[in-house]
């Protein structure tokens, strides 16, 4: 159940209350694609920096080890030892993104293992199934994730598609939720808005899933080569299309800049490969900016990633430390740096959060978009 605490223009402060516990909303979800985040870090790790929620995917877990085994194992909560909310992703996009030989059919789509090259067939009720065994949270719905450059014709028959395929997902979530062997019989349902760079189906598509009365509504298919200007133009059209009292998700943004610009636009939850992925290549954010610590010029300098960052790598080590143990290809360097860079992503969740609550995010935007771009020229 979602709860709307307030509003400044378009920008939302929530929370969504699962059996898992309340998600304070605006989020930033860490992703952990094999149920583990990236740079060797730990589900114990999580609470020192901030996290709400972990995102781990169905596709990935279905191939290894296998829903199944995660089953057997009482899900996924107890398979990685976190006790708070865990969103999976439906495996509709790794499909489209990772699988070279596919069919997209009407009951779903067959395609290869991109590990063994196994055939696999995974449908609506496929994916329903796997996150039900998976025992998530938040289930996402199938779908396709059409490239935001493809043509219109092929974009608005892939969207209808995409809807048929919700009412199969909620019809099948209805059926497993009630099921006597089920692991989370309250598993919540978010179904997904497509519609590429077209704000006409994108906004057909948001009126047409707003009235199925699912638990949360995300936007998919951006950030996926368009430019950010076109992204916040199609969220700019198609927010106010969906429902206000449910959580909005964007899925798979951003950076820094483009989840306070999402913010603004009315999104809830966030999800990013960024800080984990440029974490482990020594590239990390601050206040001012990113910076890469594999530079000579942090060869001898003393302080922190960040002065007054309270995560565990600037409570403790330099950057002249941290740079020497990437150069060295010591694990701990790349751990350290991913650790900073979710606990800024989620700390700055938090500032958001706060600014909302005092009616101050328009300035508070400002002022962060104002030090990144300071830091990028200095």
């Not at 740079?39 to 995102?55: F, H, P, R, S, Y």
């Not at 009616?359 to 104002?370: E, N």
């Amino acid at each position: 159940m979602y709860k709307l605490i307030r509003t400044e223009g378009r920008a939302k402060r929530g929370e969504l209350h699962t059996v898992h516990g309340t998600i304070q909303t605006p989020v930033f979800m860490n992703v952990g694609t094999v149920a583990a985040i990236k740079g060797a870090v730990a589900t114990t790790d999580l609470n020192q920096i901030k996290t709400q929620v972990e995102l781990s995917n169905t596709y990935h877990l279905h191939v290894r080890p296998g829903d199944e085994v995660i089953k057997k194992l009482g899900g996924l909560h107890k398979f990685m030892a976190w006790d708070k909310p865990i969103l999976t992703d439906s495996g509709g996009f790794q499909v489209f993104s990772l699988a070279k030989l596919r069919k997209i059919k009407e009951e779903g789509v067959y395609f290869n293992s991109h590990i063994d090259g196994r055939k696999i067939f995974m449908g609506p009720e496929q994916s329903m199934q796997i996150q039900s065994n998976l025992g998530s949270t938040i289930a996402m719905a199938f779908d396709e994730c059409p490239s935001s450059v493809a043509d219109r014709d092929y974009v608005q028959a892939s969207v209808a598609r995409t809807t048929r395929w919700l009412a199969r997902c909620k019809t099948e979530m209805n059926r497993l939720n009630s099921l006597e062997d089920t692991i989370n019989k309250s598993q919540m349902l978010f179904g997904i808005n497509q519609g590429a760079i077209y704000p006409d189906i994108r906004i057909d598509h948001a009126k047409t899933i707003a009235e199925m009365e699912l638990d949360g509504y995300a936007v998919g298919g951006l950030a996926v080569g368009e430019t950010h200007e076109e992204m916040y133009h199609i969220l700019d059209e198609v927010v106010p299309y969906l429902p206000q009292n449910k959580p909005t998700y964007l899925m798979g943004v951003g950076t820094p800049a483009n989840i306070l610009e999402g913010v603004e636009r009315g999104v809830d939850f966030f999800d990013c490969v960024y800080p984990s992925r440029n974490g482990r290549h020594g590239h990390v954010y601050t206040d001012h900016g990113k910076l890469n610590l594999f530079n000579a010029k942090y060869e001898l300098d003393s302080r922190p990633i960040q002065e007054g960052c309270g995560c565990p790598a600037c409570q403790h080590y330099s950057r002249a430390y941290i740079r020497h143990l990437l150069k060295a290809k010591e694990m701990l360097g790349m751990r350290l740096c991913v650790l900073h860079n979710l606990y800024f992503y989620n700390n700055m969740m938090e500032e958001i959060r706060n600014a909302l609550d005092e009616g101050r995010y328009a300035q508070y935007k400002k002022d962060k978009l104002a030090g990144f771009e300071a830091g990028e020229k200095a």
